[in-house]
């Protein structure tokens, strides 16, 4: 679970209550990569492949050149497709709207 997110570091938990794993990074020069600053190495709590933070923006980018190379793709192949590219299980929801930013 990510509690903070600014331009200069990113600070993430575990979703579990009272559970004391966290992570501290900040951005390195290329704007890409992140320099893990402080890590709690021991988690051992189990975890999800679900995310809470694939925006309709991020889904539409990365079903773009899926809908470019057949434009009649269905939404249950367009599920599917993600389903393998990210492990994301509530998607179907974000489709319509990557879509409709796609166009």
Same mark, same amino acid.
């Given at each position: 679970? #990510? /509690? #903070?997110?600014?331009?200069?570091?990113?600070?993430?938990?575990?979703?579990?209550?009272?559970?004391?794993?966290?992570?501290?990074?900040?951005? $390195?020069?290329?704007?890409?990569?992140?320099? !893990?600053?402080?890590?709690?190495?021991?988690?051992?709590? +189990? #975890?999800?492949? @679900?995310?809470?933070?694939?925006?309709?923006?991020? !889904?539409?980018?990365?079903?773009?050149?899926?809908?470019?190379?057949?434009? #009649? /793709?269905? $939404?249950r192949?367009?599920?599917?497709? &993600?389903? %393998? &590219? +990210?492990s @994301? &299980? %509530?998607?179907?929801?974000?489709?319509? $709207?990557?879509?409709?930013?796609?166009?």
């Amino acid at each position: 679970m #990510r /509690m #903070r997110n600014e331009k200069t570091r990113v600070t993430s938990h575990c979703s579990v209550k009272d559970y004391p794993w966290r992570i501290h990074a900040s951005p $390195l020069s290329d704007g890409v990569t992140f320099q !893990i600053k402080t890590n709690v190495p021991n988690h051992t709590c +189990v #975890r999800s492949d @679900a995310t809470k933070e694939a925006s309709a923006e991020w !889904i539409a980018g990365k079903i773009e050149n899926m809908l470019r190379e057949n434009p #009649r /793709m269905k $939404l249950r192949g367009i599920r599917n497709e &993600l389903k %393998n &590219l +990210v492990s @994301a &299980l %509530n998607i179907c929801r974000f489709i319509g $709207l990557g879509r409709r930013l796609w166009n």
